[in-house]
């Protein structure tokens, strides 16, 4: 393993060649701060220097990918000849547009296979100095594996640190400004030509984990979950006490000017799953989607006799397919976010 260069920004991208890969790009929008996502790319995808500097699982990560700046980034392509392709992007600013920001937590190979962890973090700010964030990144990073001439693209790359965020106090406004500005619906499709052609849209629902806030003498605490090791793997928990209150923040935001046009065509919901053996909600849990916008607390309640981990899941219900034609169909795409918790209960006196 060789140590990495000093390096500035990770840049993961995700891209439209599958349901799954968009999909990826939504939930780190909905995520809540705090919230640790994992992305995995096969070696020959990366960045060169990059993946010569990742350590196996047990290996110690080198100090230059330490708490590393993370830019999520989504990149629109189409299938030709059985090849993957940005070249069909006709956005003016370029292919790439930058999802949301975060911080590197642990990487490493395992086989011919690179795993990212990243703690999600601030949103993208719609410009800077004038600019888009998408026009500043496209001019100034180059997504390719190494610096030859007939260098492949790279999905998971290292560059200059551009400090595209905004501040979390307008974590709100620029995911919305996202939604209305940045988002393009066409570009959002997993589009392969050939002999066996495939063309799916996806309506998508754009919903945003606030965050979960405990109630303590009428005022609302947020949360921030906390973070635990699996060996070379991360992830987050949110700390519970039985018998306190609370509330999880949700707000949705789409780009649809019409009932019609919106996902499932005003007819998908979101809800809240757990375990009804723990959580005891104080009124509704759900809401239907039925405006370009909302916003919602669920409450509830936790009642456990032991210590002991659950899960909250945030869950969309709506039609699969909602429209076909031959080989081009519409699908609903929404994020599903679980968030773990564990319950503890105080000791006896």
């Keep these: 393993m060789k140590e990495a260069a000093t390096a500035d920004c990770l840049y993961l991208v995700s891209s439209s060649a599958s349901r799954e890969y968009v999909l990826g790009c939504v939930e780190c929008l909905a995520l809540p701060r705090g919230s640790i996502q994992h992305f995995r790319y096969l070696h020959p995808y990366i960045d060169e220097q990059l993946r010569d500097s ?10 230059a990918l330490r708490s590393l700046p993370v830019v999520v980034v989504y990149l629109y392509q189409e299938q030709t000849s059985g090849k993957w392709s940005a070249e069909q992007s006709k956005h003016p600013e370029g292919a790439y547009l930058p999802i949301r920001c975060g911080r590197l937590l642990n990487a490493f190979s395992e086989g011919e296979v690179a795993h990212f962890y990243f703690e999600m973090g601030d949103y993208i700010a719609a410009e800077k100095v004038g600019k888009s964030a998408r026009s500043i990144l496209n001019k100034k990073v180059r997504f390719l594996k190494s610096s030859s001439k007939n260098a492949r693209p790279s999905f998971a790359h290292i560059g200059t640190h551009l400090k595209l965020a905004s501040p979390k106090t307008e974590d709100a406004s620029a995911f919305q400004t996202f939604v209305y500005k940045a988002y393009e619906p066409g ?37 921030s979950p906390v973070h635990k090791p699996v060996l070379g793997s991360r992830y987050s928990e949110y700390e519970l006490q039985t018998g306190a209150k609370y509330h999880l923040k949700i707000t949705t935001h789409l780009s649809a000017r019409t009932p019609a046009q919106l996902a499932g065509q005003g007819t998908a919901q979101l809800g809240l799953m757990y375990n009804p053996d723990l959580i005891k909600p104080i009124g509704p849990t759900s809401f239907r989607i039925a405006s370009q916008y909302d916003l919602e607390y669920w409450s509830f309640t936790v009642d456990s006799h032991r210590n002991q981990h659950s899960m909250l899941t945030v869950r969309c219900n709506h039609e699969v397919a909602i429209d076909r034609d031959n080989f081009v169909r519409r699908e609903v795409l929404c994020p599903e976010i679980s968030l773990q918790i564990s319950i503890t209960v105080p000791p006896q006196t």
């Design 187 to 223: 570009e959002w499709r997993t589009r392969s030509l050939g002999s066996a052609p495939l063309d799916v849209t996806y309506d998508i629902v754009f919903a945003r984990v606030v965050g979960l806030f405990q109630e303590v003498n009428g005022n609302f605490l947020e949360l």
């Design 54 to 63: 990742l350590p196996t699982e047990n290996g110690e990560l080198p100090n």
